[in-house]
């Protein structure tokens, strides 16, 4: 069974999805869920490290996030979490420019 069947029915703009571990899924899950229907300008982070010194974030829409966790060289353990709800954070760019924190 493929692990990300889930994608399918995880691709609702008005649900947030949270991903433990997903960088090595992350490419083919983006891509599935946007396949099925989830807007390519849902806004997504990824958080490397979370709760700790080192950590760091990268915050990107959707389409965008594979490349620019790839460019931060994010690594794990790292969450991923995608939804209208990362948009709250008062660390989400308010321009169309992906931002690393």
Do not use: C
């Amino acid at each position: 069974m493929d692990p990300l069947y889930v994608a399918e029915n995880a691709a609702d703009p008005d649900s947030t999805l949270v991903v433990y571990m997903g960088l090595s899924t992350l490419p083919a899950l983006s891509s599935k869920l946007m396949k099925h229907g989830l807007p390519v300008d849902t806004p997504a982070v990824a958080v490397e490290r979370g709760t700790t010194p080192q950590q760091r974030m990268v915050f990107a829409e959707l389409k965008d996030i594979v490349y620019e966790v790839k460019l931060a060289d994010l690594v794990s353990p790292s969450l991923i979490i995608i939804g209208r709800v990362v948009a709250l954070s008062p660390l989400w760019p308010q321009s169309s420019e992906e931002a690393v924190v």
